[in-house]
């Protein structure tokens, strides 16, 4: 399995989340090591690893611009925001819950990006 999609699943998805709410966030962030600094924006994806590696492929995906795959199908995500100036932990975040199509890159057939979300 590619390093890149590796990272892309530590960063971005979450089949089973718990609440999706700020506490959600605050917990997802700094479990998947993305507090240091605190991340910005951060999005998870609530769906099957088939379904989001789909988005690669036809079956669930399509060109979007020059680089990236946008889905087929929606998804339900959860978008961590970061909340207050300071970059340095505890980091604090914003939880916003969307079913939206995802639009990201792909490398040898696999996610690796992520990149936004309508
Ligand atoms: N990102 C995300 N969800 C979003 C937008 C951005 O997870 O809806 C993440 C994604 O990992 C991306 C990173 O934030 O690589 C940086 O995004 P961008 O380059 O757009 O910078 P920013 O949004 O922080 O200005
Ligand atoms: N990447 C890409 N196209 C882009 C931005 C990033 O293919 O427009 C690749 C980049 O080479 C890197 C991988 O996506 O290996 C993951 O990028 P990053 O660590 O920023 O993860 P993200 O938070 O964007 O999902």
Same mark, same amino acid.
């Given at each position: 399995q590619d390093e890149r999609y590796r990272h892309f699943l530590d960063q971005h998805y979450d089949p089973k989340p718990h609440g999706q709410n700020d506490r959600y966030c605050n917990t997802m962030m700094r479990r998947r090591g993305l507090? $240091? &600094? +605190?991340?910005?924006?951060n999005t998870f994806i609530h769906g099957t690893s088939d379904n989001i590696k789909a988005v690669c492929e036809d079956e669930n995906g399509k060109p979007y611009g020059t680089n990236f795959r946008i889905s087929k199908s929606r998804f339900q995500v959860t978008t961590c925001k970061h909340i @207050? @100036? $300071? &970059?340095?932990?505890? +980091?604090?975040y914003r939880a916003t819950r969307e079913?939206?199509?995802i639009v990201i890159a792909c490398e040898h @057939?696999? &996610?690796?990006?992520?990149?936004?979300s309508f």
């Open positions: 507090t $240091s &600094p +605190c991340k910005d924006i @207050g @100036g $300071s &970059p340095r932990p505890p +980091c604090r079913f939206r199509y @057939g696999l &996610p690796v990006h992520f990149d936004e």
